[in-house]
Structure formats: C-alpha cells, structure tokens
C-alpha cells in the first residue's frame, strides 16, 4: 500500500463549521504498541481538511483514526470511516465523513477488558445526524425525555442509532413554544404587576379625595349652623325693632351718646367735631305719640368736621412788619395764623434801627394760606 488520503467535515457541538482545529491521522504501531501520527492539518473554514500519509509500513496495523491534541491523551474524533483501496494508485481513500466535536459531552473512552484500564484516551467527536441536530442537543433531550429514544445509550455510544428523529424535533419545537410562552407570561406578569400599581395609586389618590370631601362637609355643616344662628338672632333683632320704642328717652339717649363722643374726641386731642346729625326712622308712631315702631330699613348718620383741614385750607392777608422788634413781629404773625422764620442783615450808616425789621417776604398786602411762613429781615449793627 502506497499513501493514505483522509478527508473529514468537522463541526462544532452546536452544528456550525469547527474552523482552524489541528487534526491528526493516526496510525498503530505494532512494534511500539501505541498511536503514531502520520499526517496533520488544520481545518478551512468549512471545517473541511485532506490529510495525506505516506507510505504505510509493515509494521503498521490496518487501523486509521483522527484525533486532536489533549490533555492529558488525545481526543479521538473518529475511529475508522468509509474506505476505499485504488490499486492503479496505491492509494486508500479514507473518508470520515462529517464529525462533530464534542464540548461538554466529550467522555472517556469506554472499554470492556481490563488490559486497557490506562487509556485515558476521551471521545470528542461523533457522527453527525441527518437532521444536523447536535449531539449537545440530543443529549439533552434524551436526558430529559427518555421515553423518545428506542434502544439507545446516549451516554455510553459514539454514534446513537436514533428511530424516532422527526419525534424528537416535534419535542424540540413544543419545548421552544413553551419558552416562547413562558416568557410571554414574563410579560403579561409585568404589565400585571403595573396594572396593580397603577389601581393602587388610584386608590390611594380616591381615598386622600373622600376625605378632603368629608372634610369639606363638615365645613359646610358648620357654616349652615352659623348660618341658622344668625337667622334666629336677625329674627330676635326684627321682633325687637317692631316692638313699641319711647320716643323720649330714645332721643335723650341718643343725644347722651353723641356728647360722650365729642368729649372723648377732645379729651383725645383729635382735630375733629360733630357736625349736622341725621336721624332718619322707618316706622310709624303709636297713636298716642309718645312711642315709635320701627320698619325696615332707616338708620343715623352723623358729619365729623376736621377744623384743622378746614384751618390749612383758609386764606389770611400778610401783615405789614417793617419797624418792629422780633418779639412783636412773631405776635402780630401768629395772630392771623401765620409763622416766621428771620434773617439778619448789617445796616449801612443811617440806614435804619438795629433789632427792627427793615424787610419781609412776602411783602404785606397779600394772602398766604393759614399756616404759612412769612420771613422777616432784620438788620444789625456793623462791627466798627
């Protein structure tokens, strides 16, 4: 026999090309009793590879198998394929089909005499299916649903003989329904969950309502009761106005009121005095016109005069004061309501009397209001 040429398809577990892996052809050693490597190579990115040995001695047994680095045995991807011998050539077609490589499912290769208790080899490949499903994934479902599987050892064979594959997708697709509608119920949960919050706010806010409402009542329930009360007293004030009142002492204490006021008013200080009074009564008198029944409406109203407001607003002429001393000059301006204010000024010789007024502003003959001021000039004796 000449040369070897193996191809293989490496997939990973989850069925997508296993790109850039480094695989090797090997081949037993008879007389080194142990797995030799004839060939390697990576993977293309279709996870495809060609692995051509050279020529194959006596020494070699006729066993071919794939494997990849491990630790601390290598990992067998495939034991043997579909062989063909071209004698033309000398060269053995092997073809391991299409593998998938094994992540979390990869075991230890099983073994059935003890002689091979040492290997410590792992399976780390296996057969794809048809229906390109991953062992990952049928594994599990086998795990999970023994009853879809008939005489099959998933844990323990390399390539499960499966008779129930369109069963088993039935279940994988009823199994994606169910996530799809357990996270829909994620959903409907969480709009439950603001739903609730929502009624709960609104419950809160109608509950802070009904008692700002029966606060509000109770409000109104006391006003109506004040109201009621000062009907009954406006209704007692009614009956008393009907009730025959003396004309006499009526007036006469009528009278005593307002004399009390303006002594007050004096007594106070205050610019004020009472002026016209007016008494306007609503009624009729009782036939023997001493008493008087009092109707609606009517009332008295009384002037209050301001004698200072009237005072400022009176206008007084301007006396003459030209020749008088300060002294009289104040008297004749306070005499009409008038103030002074004084200037000096220093007389020339002959001009006129030192301490007499020599001139005034305004000068005489005019009015001012009562109130105003009026300067006076006087004049002084020089200094030498």
């Not at 004839?38 to 993977?43: L, R």
């Not at 075991?107 to 792992?122: G, I, P, V």
Request: overall charge neutral; aromatic content about 4%; hydrophobic content about 40%.
């Amino acid at each position: 026999m000449g040369k070897v040429v193996a191809t293989v398809q490496l997939f990973t577990d989850e069925g997508k090309p296993a790109s850039g892996h480094t695989l090797k052809l090997e081949a037993f050693n008879l007389e080194k009793n142990a797995w030799l490597a004839v060939a390697s190579g990576k993977t293309d990115a279709k996870g495809n590879i060609q692995l051509t040995a050279g020529v194959v001695s006596g020494a070699l047994a006729p066993a071919l198998r794939l494997v990849e680095e491990g630790n601390p045995a290598p990992r067998v991807l495939s034991h043997g394929g579909l062989q063909t011998y071209n004698k033309r050539s000398q060269l053995l077609f092997l073809d391991f089909g299409k593998v998938e490589r094994l992540e979390e499912t990869a075991h230890a290769l099983q073994y059935t005499q003890s002689r091979f208790s040492r290997s410590k080899e792992t399976v780390a490949g296996a057969a794809t299916v048809p229906t390109q499903t991953s062992m990952l994934t049928l594994n599990r479902v086998a795990i999970a649903n023994p009853q879809l599987f008939t005489g099959v050892n998933v844990a323990a064979e390399v390539e499960p003989k499966i008779t129930a594959t369109p069963v088993i997708h039935a279940e994988l697709l009823k199994n994606k329904e169910i996530q799809v509608l357990k996270a829909r119920e994620l959903e409907l949960n969480a709009d439950l969950m603001d739903k609730t919050r929502q009624n709960t706010l609104y419950a809160e806010r109608i509950e802070t309502a009904d008692k700002q409402i029966a606060v509000l009542e109770q409000d109104l329930s006391s006003i109506r009761v004040e109201k009621q009360a000062l009907s009954r007293e406006l209704e007692l004030i009614k009956t008393k106005q009907k009730q025959p009142a003396e004309l006499e002492g009526m007036l006469l204490g009528l009278g005593a009121r307002l004399d009390a006021s303006a002594k007050q008013m004096k007594q106070e200080q205050l610019p004020y005095r009472i002026g016209n009074i007016k008494v306007d009564l609503h009624g009729a008198l009782t036939p023997d016109g001493q008493s008087f029944v009092f109707g609606e409406g009517g009332g008295i109203s009384t002037e209050l005069i301001n004698d200072a407001a009237d005072a400022a607003e009176a206008q007084v002429p301007v006396p003459a004061i030209e020749g008088l001393t300060e002294s009289a000059a104040r008297r004749v301006l306070r005499s009409v309501g008038l103030r002074m204010s004084i200037a000096h000024q220093q007389l020339k010789p002959g001009q006129g009397v030192p301490g007499q007024a020599i001139g005034q502003h305004p000068a005489s003959g005019g009015e001012l209001p009562h109130g105003s001021e009026v300067m006076v000039v006087f004049g002084e004796r020089t200094g030498d």
